[in-house]
């Protein structure tokens, strides 16, 4: 099969304060979609841990001598980013699920692989946890891409939150692409426009900041307008997702209102771009997404577009809420990236 899940029940063993929105139940969600997907005869494999080469390079020593320090331990590192004992081992475990989804996908045996990584990890910078997330799992994905012969690496998150962690870790380099849809403004207070990299890497990263209630609509405009363009453009060997689902009208941390059937169509849309640039190669990690049907209801969708072997059209739900957030996202990609990408 062209799938494969990375998964472990261990992401269940960090734990957070109750109430947290980012808690162990949704572990235990990941969980059901894995046995759901061995259920129909996929395969699913546990991750090892990310060694220390893996993560020093995208991290600071300082960084990972502090987490290392907190294994065992349960601490506060900022208001909203704790530990318990398991905490360490458990993040060296979701990181290492990104880089197995990696290594499956760059050695061949699988087109598609979806890390069910726990906890998450855009957030996460250099040198510090911030937003629920240790480590950042998705650039530690891209950067081992890099080592597994990936000259260009496109890293498309969807999540609604910016991934302040991911875009800063890579804003110097022009080989890895950044694209971000999120609610702006809103957590953690970056992303806009015309933040777009530096030096050789100015335009390299795109950031879609889409006023809150932004609906399916929006989120198809702006993918036809400019992520999928400039993904074209771009021409990746691997195409890497930060898949977060707290843009989903049922999510009780942010205000958009996209349906499972909208990230069902903007997964399939990169699946399809994929094949267009990069023969198909897709690994996908997740982030957020806090209300637990939500999350459970686009997992499966996910899984089972991923899972398709045949060629896909994609769909985007019809959408009857007049909304003029995605034209007003594209409108000020245009003028912030109209110098290095044909934005349609
Ligand atoms: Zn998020």
Redesign the pocket.
Known sequence: MSLILISSERFAEHMTPPGHPESPERAEVMDVVAAGWRGRGGEVVAPREATREQLARVHTPEHLRRMAEANGVALALDPDTYTSPETYEVALLSAGAAIDAVERVMGGSHKRALALSRP?G?HAERDRVM?FCIFNNVAVAAAHARTLGARRVAIVDY???HGNGTQHIFEHDPDTLYVSTHQYPYYPGTGAADEVGYGAAAGRTVNLPLEVGATDDDYREVFEAVVLPVLRQFRPDLVLVSA?F?AHVRDP??GMRVTTAGFVAMTAALRAVAEEVCEGRLAAVV???YDLRALRECLEAVVDLLAFDEALAVQWPACDIASSRGRDTVRQAKSSLAKYWTIL
Do not use: I
Request: net charge negative; aromatic share 0%; hydrophobic share 25%.
């Open positions: 998450p855009h937003g999540d609604v939150h977060g707290d941390l942010a982030e957020g997404g």
